[in-house]
Protein backbone atom coordinates (compact mmCIF):
# COMPACT_ATOMS: atom_id res chain seq x y z
CA UNK A 1 0.00 0.00 0.00
CA UNK A 2 1.02 3.57 -0.97
CA UNK A 3 1.92 6.49 1.69
CA UNK A 4 -0.82 8.68 1.85
CA UNK A 5 -0.99 12.30 0.95
CA UNK A 6 -1.44 13.39 4.72
CA UNK A 7 -0.26 11.74 7.64
CA UNK A 8 -0.05 13.05 11.12
CA UNK A 9 3.43 11.22 11.38
CA UNK A 10 5.89 10.07 9.08
CA UNK A 11 8.85 7.68 10.39
CA UNK A 12 11.81 7.08 7.63
CA UNK A 13 13.18 4.24 8.56
CA UNK A 14 11.92 0.95 9.98
CA UNK A 15 15.16 0.10 12.09
CA UNK A 16 15.28 -0.38 15.55
CA UNK A 17 14.75 3.36 16.21
CA UNK A 18 12.20 4.38 14.05
CA UNK A 19 10.31 1.01 15.13
CA UNK A 20 10.35 2.31 18.52
CA UNK A 21 9.49 5.75 17.70
CA UNK A 22 6.99 4.45 15.54
CA UNK A 23 4.86 1.76 17.69
CA UNK A 24 4.60 4.68 20.93
CA UNK A 25 3.50 6.97 18.50
CA UNK A 26 0.54 4.53 17.43
CA UNK A 27 0.46 3.33 20.90
CA UNK A 28 -0.48 7.10 21.90
CA UNK A 29 -3.39 7.08 19.32
CA UNK A 30 -1.25 8.75 16.97
CA UNK A 31 -1.84 8.67 12.97
CA UNK A 32 1.93 7.12 12.04
CA UNK A 33 3.28 5.53 8.74
CA UNK A 34 6.42 4.05 8.91
CA UNK A 35 8.55 3.93 5.35
CA UNK A 36 11.67 1.78 4.76
CA UNK A 37 13.42 1.32 1.45
CA UNK A 38 14.14 -1.70 2.00
CA UNK A 39 12.19 -5.32 1.60
CA UNK A 40 12.15 -6.03 5.32
CA UNK A 41 11.64 -4.14 9.30
CA UNK A 42 14.39 -4.56 11.03
CA UNK A 43 17.06 -2.57 9.10
CA UNK A 44 20.78 -3.38 10.40
CA UNK A 45 18.52 -6.51 11.98
CA UNK A 46 18.66 -8.75 8.70
CA UNK A 47 18.32 -12.61 8.33
CA UNK A 48 18.17 -14.82 5.02
CA UNK A 49 18.21 -18.31 4.81
CA UNK A 50 21.00 -20.17 2.26
CA UNK A 51 20.91 -23.44 2.20
CA UNK A 52 17.76 -24.07 4.82
CA UNK A 53 20.73 -22.13 7.20
CA UNK A 54 19.38 -18.96 8.93
CA UNK A 55 22.19 -16.08 8.09
CA UNK A 56 22.41 -12.95 10.16
CA UNK A 57 24.00 -9.98 8.24
CA UNK A 58 26.64 -10.00 10.56
CA UNK A 59 27.63 -12.06 13.42
CA UNK A 60 24.97 -9.80 16.43
CA UNK A 61 23.29 -10.96 19.57
CA UNK A 62 20.55 -9.58 21.57
CA UNK A 63 21.56 -8.73 24.90
CA UNK A 64 18.83 -9.09 27.65
CA UNK A 65 21.10 -6.60 30.05
CA UNK A 66 19.88 -3.40 27.23
CA UNK A 67 17.17 -1.58 29.79
CA UNK A 68 15.00 -0.88 26.28
CA UNK A 69 14.61 -4.84 25.85
CA UNK A 70 11.88 -4.16 28.06
CA UNK A 71 10.09 -3.36 25.34
CA UNK A 72 10.28 -6.74 23.56
CA UNK A 73 8.23 -9.49 24.09
CA UNK A 74 11.22 -11.86 24.49
CA UNK A 75 9.74 -15.44 25.30
CA UNK A 76 8.07 -14.86 21.18
CA UNK A 77 11.22 -14.35 19.99
CA UNK A 78 11.99 -18.08 21.52
CA UNK A 79 15.60 -17.07 22.13
CA UNK A 80 18.65 -19.47 22.46
CA UNK A 81 21.47 -18.83 24.93
CA UNK A 82 25.03 -18.30 24.42
CA UNK A 83 26.47 -18.88 28.09
CA UNK A 84 28.93 -15.34 28.85
CA UNK A 85 32.28 -15.61 28.70
CA UNK A 86 34.87 -17.03 26.07
CA UNK A 87 37.01 -19.74 24.77
CA UNK A 88 40.08 -17.91 24.82
CA UNK A 89 43.81 -19.65 23.27
CA UNK A 90 46.94 -19.12 24.81
CA UNK A 91 49.58 -20.77 23.70
CA UNK A 92 47.78 -22.64 21.25
CA UNK A 93 45.94 -24.36 24.29
CA UNK A 94 41.94 -23.75 24.36
CA UNK A 95 40.72 -22.27 27.62
CA UNK A 96 36.99 -21.55 28.92
CA UNK A 97 36.37 -18.39 30.54
CA UNK A 98 32.69 -17.94 31.86
CA UNK A 99 30.87 -15.99 34.20
CA UNK A 100 30.77 -18.03 37.40
CA UNK A 101 27.68 -16.38 38.32
CA UNK A 102 25.42 -18.29 35.54
CA UNK A 103 27.59 -21.83 35.39
CA UNK A 104 29.53 -22.38 39.28
CA UNK A 105 30.83 -26.03 37.82
CA UNK A 106 32.90 -23.49 35.04
CA UNK A 107 34.69 -21.78 38.25
CA UNK A 108 37.21 -24.46 38.30
CA UNK A 109 38.22 -24.11 34.93
CA UNK A 110 37.64 -20.41 34.28
CA UNK A 111 40.43 -20.30 37.59
CA UNK A 112 42.50 -21.80 35.62
CA UNK A 113 42.48 -19.83 32.09
CA UNK A 114 45.91 -18.29 32.46
CA UNK A 115 44.47 -14.44 32.25
CA UNK A 116 48.03 -12.96 34.92
CA UNK A 117 46.68 -14.71 37.69
CA UNK A 118 44.25 -14.37 40.88
CA UNK A 119 44.94 -10.79 41.74
CA UNK A 120 44.27 -9.68 37.64
CA UNK A 121 41.19 -11.79 37.61
CA UNK A 122 40.21 -9.72 40.83
CA UNK A 123 40.72 -6.37 39.18
CA UNK A 124 38.55 -7.93 36.29
CA UNK A 125 35.67 -8.63 39.06
CA UNK A 126 36.14 -5.45 40.73
CA UNK A 127 35.85 -3.51 37.11
CA UNK A 128 32.93 -5.46 36.51
CA UNK A 129 31.02 -5.03 39.86
CA UNK A 130 31.58 -1.58 39.05
CA UNK A 131 30.03 -1.37 35.75
CA UNK A 132 27.58 -3.68 36.40
CA UNK A 133 26.07 -1.88 39.91
CA UNK A 134 27.55 1.19 40.10
CA UNK A 135 24.77 4.58 39.10
CA UNK A 136 24.38 5.27 35.32
CA UNK A 137 24.74 8.94 36.39
CA UNK A 138 28.19 7.63 37.92
CA UNK A 139 29.55 5.71 34.99
CA UNK A 140 28.49 8.69 32.37
CA UNK A 141 30.43 11.65 34.58
CA UNK A 142 33.57 9.66 34.89
CA UNK A 143 36.51 10.85 33.82
CA UNK A 144 36.52 9.91 30.22
CA UNK A 145 39.49 8.34 28.53
CA UNK A 146 39.83 5.54 25.62
CA UNK A 147 38.30 1.99 26.40
CA UNK A 148 42.03 0.26 26.63
CA UNK A 149 43.59 3.40 29.48
CA UNK A 150 40.29 2.82 31.03
CA UNK A 151 41.02 -0.91 31.25
CA UNK A 152 44.56 -0.62 32.16
CA UNK A 153 43.90 1.22 35.23
CA UNK A 154 42.07 -0.78 36.09
CA UNK A 155 44.73 -3.10 36.63
CA UNK A 156 43.21 -6.21 34.20
CA UNK A 157 47.14 -6.85 33.24
CA UNK A 158 48.55 -7.13 29.86
CA UNK A 159 47.67 -10.64 29.51
CA UNK A 160 43.93 -10.41 30.33
CA UNK A 161 43.82 -7.44 27.67
CA UNK A 162 45.42 -9.16 24.53
CA UNK A 163 44.21 -12.65 24.92
CA UNK A 164 40.82 -11.80 26.62
CA UNK A 165 39.30 -8.33 26.20
CA UNK A 166 41.05 -6.89 23.30
CA UNK A 167 39.63 -9.35 21.03
CA UNK A 168 36.27 -10.17 23.13
CA UNK A 169 35.60 -6.28 22.80
CA UNK A 170 36.60 -6.01 19.02
CA UNK A 171 33.50 -8.27 18.04
CA UNK A 172 31.60 -5.57 20.34
CA UNK A 173 32.91 -2.32 19.37
CA UNK A 174 33.94 -3.37 15.91
CA UNK A 175 37.89 -1.77 16.64
CA UNK A 176 40.55 -3.76 17.99
CA UNK A 177 42.50 -0.23 18.53
CA UNK A 178 40.21 -0.17 22.40
CA UNK A 179 40.33 3.72 21.27
CA UNK A 180 36.47 3.67 22.37
CA UNK A 181 35.20 5.79 24.71
CA UNK A 182 35.51 4.75 28.42
CA UNK A 183 31.66 5.68 29.04
CA UNK A 184 30.09 3.32 26.25
CA UNK A 185 33.03 0.82 27.20
CA UNK A 186 31.09 0.90 30.92
CA UNK A 187 27.60 1.09 29.42
CA UNK A 188 28.55 -2.41 27.50
CA UNK A 189 30.53 -4.18 30.06
CA UNK A 190 26.83 -3.24 32.41
CA UNK A 191 24.48 -5.03 29.96
CA UNK A 192 27.22 -8.65 30.06
CA UNK A 193 27.32 -8.21 33.50
CA UNK A 194 23.33 -7.80 33.87
CA UNK A 195 21.97 -9.98 30.89
CA UNK A 196 22.53 -13.04 28.73
CA UNK A 197 23.29 -13.02 25.41
CA UNK A 198 20.86 -15.12 22.93
CA UNK A 199 20.05 -15.27 19.53
CA UNK A 200 15.83 -15.35 18.48
CA UNK A 201 14.87 -18.74 16.58
CA UNK A 202 13.30 -17.07 13.75
CA UNK A 203 17.16 -15.18 13.22
CA UNK A 204 17.80 -11.17 14.48
CA UNK A 205 15.50 -9.66 11.96
CA UNK A 206 12.58 -11.40 13.93
CA UNK A 207 13.38 -8.46 16.56
CA UNK A 208 12.01 -5.80 14.29
CA UNK A 209 9.44 -7.25 12.65
CA UNK A 210 8.18 -8.26 16.07
CA UNK A 211 8.04 -4.08 16.30
CA UNK A 212 6.58 -3.72 12.89
CA UNK A 213 3.73 -6.51 13.56
CA UNK A 214 2.23 -3.80 16.75
CA UNK A 215 1.46 -1.13 13.75
CA UNK A 216 -2.23 -0.51 12.79
CA UNK A 217 -2.40 -2.74 9.09
CA UNK A 218 -1.33 -0.43 6.40
CA UNK A 219 0.98 1.31 8.11
CA UNK A 220 4.32 0.04 6.89
CA UNK A 221 5.44 0.87 3.64
CA UNK A 222 8.39 -1.54 2.59
CA UNK A 223 10.78 -1.16 -0.79
CA UNK A 224 10.05 2.70 -0.86
CA UNK A 225 13.23 5.02 -0.88
CA UNK A 226 12.24 8.63 0.60
CA UNK A 227 14.54 10.99 -1.66
CA UNK A 228 13.60 14.42 0.17
CA UNK A 229 12.12 15.66 3.87
CA UNK A 230 11.37 18.61 5.74
CA UNK A 231 9.57 19.12 9.08
CA UNK A 232 5.83 19.32 6.74
CA UNK A 233 6.44 16.45 4.57
CA UNK A 234 8.63 14.02 2.84
CA UNK A 235 8.90 13.07 -0.78
CA UNK A 236 9.36 9.24 -2.65
CA UNK A 237 9.16 8.42 -5.97
CA UNK A 238 5.72 8.34 -5.74
CA UNK A 239 5.01 11.60 -4.59
CA UNK A 240 4.71 13.88 -1.62
CA UNK A 241 3.18 13.07 1.76
CA UNK A 242 2.39 16.31 4.30
CA UNK A 243 2.55 15.64 8.00
CA UNK A 244 2.80 17.61 11.00
CA UNK A 245 5.81 16.02 11.93
CA UNK A 246 8.88 13.72 10.35
CA UNK A 247 11.16 11.94 12.22
CA UNK A 248 14.46 10.65 10.25
CA UNK A 249 15.14 7.31 11.32
CA UNK A 250 17.48 6.26 8.92
CA UNK A 251 20.94 5.03 9.15
CA UNK A 252 23.71 7.57 10.14
CA UNK A 253 25.30 8.63 6.57
CA UNK A 254 21.64 8.77 5.04
CA UNK A 255 20.32 10.85 7.97
CA UNK A 256 23.56 13.42 6.98
CA UNK A 257 22.23 13.57 3.51
CA UNK A 258 18.85 14.01 3.99
CA UNK A 259 19.41 16.40 6.92
CA UNK A 260 22.34 19.08 5.90
CA UNK A 261 24.46 19.93 9.02
CA UNK A 262 23.85 17.02 10.74
CA UNK A 263 27.42 15.22 11.57
CA UNK A 264 27.56 11.44 11.25
CA UNK A 265 30.00 9.60 13.15
CA UNK A 266 33.04 7.43 10.89
CA UNK A 267 31.38 4.07 10.87
CA UNK A 268 32.73 0.50 11.77
CA UNK A 269 32.64 -2.48 9.61
CA UNK A 270 32.68 -6.10 9.52
CA UNK A 271 33.12 -9.00 7.21
CA UNK A 272 31.21 -12.34 8.58
CA UNK A 273 32.38 -15.65 6.77
CA UNK A 274 29.63 -18.45 7.46
CA UNK A 275 30.17 -22.17 7.00
CA UNK A 276 29.08 -25.35 8.00
CA UNK A 277 30.34 -28.27 9.93
CA UNK A 278 29.13 -31.74 10.24
CA UNK A 279 29.23 -31.35 14.28
CA UNK A 280 29.77 -28.69 16.87
CA UNK A 281 33.44 -29.26 17.85
CA UNK A 282 32.24 -27.41 21.43
CA UNK A 283 30.42 -28.57 24.51
CA UNK A 284 29.60 -25.47 25.06
CA UNK A 285 27.40 -22.67 23.36
CA UNK A 286 30.15 -20.05 23.52
CA UNK A 287 32.24 -17.31 21.75
CA UNK A 288 35.44 -18.73 20.48
CA UNK A 289 37.74 -15.47 20.39
CA UNK A 290 40.54 -15.08 17.38
CA UNK A 291 44.02 -15.42 18.75
CA UNK A 292 46.58 -12.05 19.25
CA UNK A 293 48.06 -11.46 16.03
CA UNK A 294 45.37 -13.52 13.80
CA UNK A 295 42.89 -11.70 11.61
CA UNK A 296 39.79 -13.55 13.37
CA UNK A 297 38.34 -11.55 16.22
CA UNK A 298 35.89 -14.16 16.82
CA UNK A 299 34.44 -17.73 15.12
CA UNK A 300 31.10 -18.47 16.70
CA UNK A 301 29.43 -21.96 16.43
CA UNK A 302 25.88 -19.70 16.23
CA UNK A 303 23.74 -23.08 16.16
CA UNK A 304 24.82 -24.05 19.40
CA UNK A 305 23.65 -21.30 21.08
CA UNK A 306 20.42 -21.33 18.59
CA UNK A 307 19.52 -24.78 16.95
CA UNK A 308 17.05 -23.84 15.08
CA UNK A 309 19.76 -21.92 12.72
CA UNK A 310 20.23 -25.08 11.31
CA UNK A 311 18.36 -27.32 9.25
CA UNK A 312 19.50 -30.62 9.87
CA UNK A 313 21.72 -30.72 13.22
CA UNK A 314 25.18 -29.77 11.40
CA UNK A 315 26.96 -26.71 12.76
CA UNK A 316 26.63 -23.48 11.33
CA UNK A 317 30.10 -21.30 12.22
CA UNK A 318 30.27 -17.66 12.25
CA UNK A 319 33.52 -16.03 11.80
CA UNK A 320 34.18 -11.99 11.86
CA UNK A 321 37.52 -9.77 10.75
CA UNK A 322 37.21 -5.96 11.28
CA UNK A 323 39.50 -5.53 7.61
CA UNK A 324 37.48 -7.24 4.33
CA UNK A 325 38.77 -11.02 4.05
CA UNK A 326 38.83 -13.70 1.27
CA UNK A 327 37.02 -16.80 2.68
CA UNK A 328 40.19 -18.37 1.25
CA UNK A 329 42.26 -15.84 3.35
CA UNK A 330 40.96 -16.70 6.96
CA UNK A 331 39.95 -20.79 6.42
CA UNK A 332 43.42 -22.28 7.66
CA UNK A 333 42.75 -20.12 11.06
CA UNK A 334 39.31 -20.67 11.25
CA UNK A 335 40.03 -24.56 11.37
CA UNK A 336 42.59 -23.74 13.56
CA UNK A 337 41.00 -21.74 16.01
CA UNK A 338 37.94 -24.69 16.07
CA UNK A 339 40.80 -27.88 16.16
CA UNK A 340 39.20 -29.22 13.07
CA UNK A 341 40.52 -29.88 9.62
CA UNK A 342 39.77 -27.25 6.87
CA UNK A 343 38.21 -30.11 4.88
CA UNK A 344 35.26 -30.16 6.99
CA UNK A 345 34.52 -26.59 6.62
CA UNK A 346 31.75 -26.26 3.69
CA UNK A 347 31.95 -22.32 2.58
CA UNK A 348 27.83 -21.38 2.89
CA UNK A 349 28.29 -17.59 2.43
CA UNK A 350 30.26 -14.27 3.37
CA UNK A 351 28.80 -11.06 4.03
CA UNK A 352 30.53 -7.68 4.60
CA UNK A 353 28.67 -4.65 6.48
CA UNK A 354 30.42 -1.80 5.83
CA UNK A 355 27.96 0.88 7.73
CA UNK A 356 27.71 -1.59 10.85
CA UNK A 357 27.46 0.93 13.45
CA UNK A 358 29.06 4.28 14.22
CA UNK A 359 31.85 4.83 16.28
CA UNK A 360 31.56 6.11 19.76
CA UNK A 361 35.70 7.51 20.61
CA UNK A 362 35.66 10.14 23.47
CA UNK A 363 33.77 12.59 23.90
CA UNK A 364 30.70 10.43 23.99
CA UNK A 365 28.06 12.23 22.93
CA UNK A 366 25.60 10.33 24.15
CA UNK A 367 21.67 11.57 23.94
CA UNK A 368 22.19 13.74 21.06
CA UNK A 369 19.12 15.96 20.06
CA UNK A 370 16.48 14.23 18.51
CA UNK A 371 13.84 17.50 18.07
CA UNK A 372 15.53 19.68 14.98
CA UNK A 373 12.52 22.04 15.04
CA UNK A 374 10.08 23.02 13.07
CA UNK A 375 8.28 19.33 13.06
CA UNK A 376 11.73 17.65 12.17
CA UNK A 377 13.22 14.97 13.93
CA UNK A 378 15.95 12.57 13.92
CA UNK A 379 16.45 9.39 15.83
CA UNK A 380 18.87 6.06 14.73
CA UNK A 381 21.74 4.85 16.93
CA UNK A 382 23.87 7.66 16.37
CA UNK A 383 21.66 10.00 18.47
CA UNK A 384 22.57 7.61 21.43
CA UNK A 385 25.23 4.81 21.49
CA UNK A 386 25.97 2.13 18.75
CA UNK A 387 23.54 -0.34 19.66
CA UNK A 388 20.31 -1.89 19.86
CA UNK A 389 20.04 -0.23 23.04
CA UNK A 390 21.27 2.80 21.71
CA UNK A 391 19.23 2.72 18.85
CA UNK A 392 15.45 1.64 20.53
CA UNK A 393 16.12 4.17 23.28
CA UNK A 394 16.75 7.12 21.03
CA UNK A 395 13.36 5.92 18.84
CA UNK A 396 11.75 6.07 22.53
CA UNK A 397 12.96 9.73 23.35
CA UNK A 398 11.69 10.88 19.79
CA UNK A 399 8.37 9.36 20.20
CA UNK A 400 7.83 11.65 23.68
CA UNK A 401 9.74 14.91 21.71
CA UNK A 402 7.20 14.58 18.72
CA UNK A 403 3.85 13.59 21.57
CA UNK A 404 5.11 17.09 23.07
CA UNK A 405 5.40 18.93 19.68
CA UNK A 406 1.89 17.68 18.69
CA UNK A 407 -0.11 18.25 21.69
CA UNK A 408 1.90 22.23 22.07
CA UNK A 409 0.54 22.50 18.36
CA UNK A 410 -2.93 21.12 19.39
CA UNK A 411 -3.38 23.68 22.37
CA UNK A 412 -5.05 26.48 22.03
CA UNK A 413 -2.70 29.02 20.90
CA UNK A 414 -3.28 30.91 24.51
CA UNK A 415 -2.02 27.48 26.19
CA UNK A 416 1.54 27.52 24.25
CA UNK A 417 4.71 27.82 25.58
CA UNK A 418 7.56 29.35 23.62
CA UNK A 419 8.15 26.63 20.35
C1 LIG B 1 27.13 -6.91 11.69
C2 LIG B 1 26.57 -6.11 12.81
C3 LIG B 1 26.76 -6.53 14.11
C4 LIG B 1 26.20 -5.83 15.17
N1 LIG B 1 26.27 -6.34 16.42
C5 LIG B 1 25.52 -5.80 17.40
C6 LIG B 1 25.36 -6.45 18.65
O1 LIG B 1 25.83 -7.59 18.84
N2 LIG B 1 24.67 -5.80 19.64
C7 LIG B 1 24.12 -4.59 19.44
O2 LIG B 1 23.51 -4.05 20.36
N3 LIG B 1 24.21 -3.95 18.25
C8 LIG B 1 24.88 -4.53 17.22
N4 LIG B 1 24.95 -3.93 15.99
C9 LIG B 1 24.41 -2.57 15.85
C10 LIG B 1 22.88 -2.54 15.74
O3 LIG B 1 22.41 -3.51 14.83
C11 LIG B 1 22.48 -1.15 15.26
O4 LIG B 1 23.03 -0.19 16.16
C12 LIG B 1 20.97 -0.91 15.20
O5 LIG B 1 20.31 -1.98 14.59
C13 LIG B 1 20.73 0.39 14.43
O6 LIG B 1 19.34 0.61 14.30
P1 LIG B 1 18.82 1.97 13.64
O7 LIG B 1 17.35 1.90 13.66
O8 LIG B 1 19.48 3.12 14.29
O9 LIG B 1 19.37 1.96 12.14
P2 LIG B 1 19.11 0.93 10.93
O10 LIG B 1 18.89 -0.42 11.46
O11 LIG B 1 20.23 1.15 9.98
O12 LIG B 1 17.74 1.41 10.29
C14 LIG B 1 17.70 2.44 9.35
C15 LIG B 1 16.66 2.10 8.30
O13 LIG B 1 16.53 3.21 7.41
C16 LIG B 1 16.29 2.69 6.13
N5 LIG B 1 16.64 3.72 5.13
C17 LIG B 1 17.88 4.18 4.83
N6 LIG B 1 17.78 5.12 3.88
C18 LIG B 1 16.47 5.27 3.59
C19 LIG B 1 15.73 6.10 2.68
N7 LIG B 1 16.34 7.01 1.89
N8 LIG B 1 14.39 5.96 2.62
C20 LIG B 1 13.75 5.06 3.42
N9 LIG B 1 14.40 4.26 4.29
C21 LIG B 1 15.73 4.36 4.38
C22 LIG B 1 17.16 1.46 6.05
O14 LIG B 1 16.69 0.57 5.03
C23 LIG B 1 17.00 0.88 7.45
O15 LIG B 1 15.97 -0.06 7.52
C24 LIG B 1 25.48 -4.63 14.91
C25 LIG B 1 25.31 -4.19 13.60
C26 LIG B 1 25.81 -4.94 12.55
C27 LIG B 1 25.51 -4.51 11.15
Redesign the pocket.
Known amino acids: MSLPSRAEVVV?????????AATRLAAAGRDVHL????E??????ATSRVDGFLV????????TG?PRVADLDLPALDLGWFWTGAVVRVDGRAHRFVDPRQHPTALPATLRTPLGGPHRLAALGAFSARAGYAPVSRLLTAPERSAAEHLRSAGVGEQALETFLRPFLA??L?EDRLETSSRYLDLVWR?FVRGR?GLPARG?QSV?EQLAGRLPAGRVHLG????AVDGRSVT?GAGTTVADAVVV????D?AA??LPGLQAAAPRQ?T?HLHVLPASPWQAPLIVLGAPGGQLVNTVVVSDAQPAYSPDGRALVAS?TLSPTREAGVRTEIARTHDVAETDLEHLTT?T?L????AATPPLQHRRPVDLGDGLFV?????D???????MA??ARTARAVLRRLSRSAAPASDRGPA
Open positions: VGAGLAGLSVDAAHAGGRLDRGFQVLNYGVLSVMGTRVTTATDPTGLVTSVVGAQPCGDHRTPSIQGASG
